[in-house]
């Protein structure tokens, strides 16, 4: 979806020494309260952001125009001529470098609010990866439902009713003919669906497809499925055909989850195989970081709440951990002090590699909770 081209530009956006301010925002307004949180966080970091001074008058100048952007963005939040739908929203700002980004978001951020030298990338990161719409099916042999569901909730819903014939009492040849008869009209029946669910899925070819209903029923459906979409398919028992919304997007939002976590160990798995194999991994946040400065690394695997001090040169970008040295060892330039979590993620995709933020997992603890698979040794 868009987030991902959002993510990579930002990425690899630099106003130079220009400061860029990004802010996360939970705007899933619950109620009135919720509303006043987010603007008592608001108005707390601008006026935080405002007793900043900055040595540069032209970063000075871009970090007030930002400051004065966002606060107009707010009064307009606060008396409602501006309506956040969305329950999340992201702002990135750099004035001298052109740079204003407004993003809304299928699920709530945490409040953040970063003033530094590059825009701060976990959360959209985490949404990125984190982030799959979900076609719920529930069949059965007469009728069926087709879902949308994101994380958030319900989208749209389609219903299909077929008519096939009723079970009556008749023997013999009589009923072994009408018998293969009613299967012909459950197989049209589930034909029609699955073809109206691939057509779904040219729109929106990585949503997953969460099949409920009787096994037996789920079985003869999944036929109807072409190969190349069978690896999407998520089985979920435990819905019944009539179940109401709020169900349905509780089951999608729990098998979703199960199948993040499932992926989310795979990947370790695979990349402590391949790391103790001498293969194209590496892990530990010494390794990491190498790899990371010399453009290597295809995905990093790092537990989503890794901080860790570190600095970051602000003329090549070089990364290194702890506090930061008196010149980069690369270039000589003047090093800054980071979070080495936030700083990896964004280096890593400035570089056009992947990232996997991960919920904490005792294996890759045992590494310091970063990893990465690797282009090349
Ligand atoms: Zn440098």
Redesign the pocket.
């Known amino acids: 979806m868009e987030i991902t081209k959002e993510l990579r530009e930002l990425a690899k956006f630099s106003g130079g020494t220009l400061p860029v301010v990004s802010v996360y925002l939970d705007t899933q307004w619950r109620d009135q309260h919720q509303r006043e949180q987010v603007l008592t966080f608001l108005t707390r970091h601008l006026r935080q952001a405002r007793l900043l001074t900055l040595e540069q008058a032209e970063a000075q100048a871009s970090l007030d125009a930002d400051l004065a952007r966002l606060e107009a963005w707010q009064e307009k939040l606060r008396h409602r001529t501006l309506e956040v739908t969305a329950p999340g929203y992201a702002l990135f700002a750099c004035n001298g470098a052109g740079l204003w980004v407004e993003l809304p978001a299928p699920v709530p951020f945490e409040n953040e609010f970063t003033i530094a030298e590059r825009p701060a990338l976990r959360q959209l990161a985490r949404l990125d990866e984190d982030y799959t719409n979900a076609l719920v099916v529930l069949v059965d042999s007469r009728a069926a439902r087709v879902c949308e569901v994101v994380l958030g909730g319900l989208l749209s819903e389609t219903a299909f009713n077929a008519e096939v014939p009723g079970r009556h009492k008749q023997g013999g040849w009589a009923q072994m003919r009408y018998q293969r008869h009613v299967k012909d009209h459950i197989d049209r029946h589930h034909k029609e669906v699955a073809d109206y669910l691939i057509a779904c899925l040219q729109r929106q070819p990585h949503a997953r497809l969460i099949l409920a209903g009787p096994e037996e029923v789920r079985a003869n459906f999944r036929r109807f499925l072409p190969p190349a979409v069978q690896p999407q398919v998520l089985e979920a028992a435990s819905l019944d055909l009539h179940a109401p919304e709020t169900r349905i997007v509780e089951v999608a939002r729990q098998v979703l989850e199960r199948h993040e976590r499932e992926e989310e160990q795979a990947t370790v798995e695979l990349l402590l195989s391949r790391a103790a194999r001498g293969g194209l991994a590496v892990v530990g946040r010494q390794e990491t970081l190498a790899a990371a400065n010399t453009g290597r690394v295809h995905k990093l695997v790092m537990h989503r709440d890794l901080r860790h001090p570190g600095w970051r040169?602000?003329?090549?970008?070089?990364l290194g951990e702890e506090a930061p040295p008196a010149a980069?060892?690369?270039?000589?330039?003047t090093?800054a002090a980071v979070d080495l979590g936030e700083a990896l993620v964004a280096r890593v995709l400035a570089l056009d590699g992947e990232v996997e933020l991960i919920a904490p997992d005792p294996r890759l603890a045992a590494y310091e909770g970063v990893g990465a698979l690797l282009r090349y040794k």
């Not at 040169?313 to 070089?318: D, K």
């Not at 980069?328 to 330039?333: D, M, V």
């Open positions: 040169c602000t003329a090549c970008g070089w980069c060892p690369a270039c000589g330039g090093p």
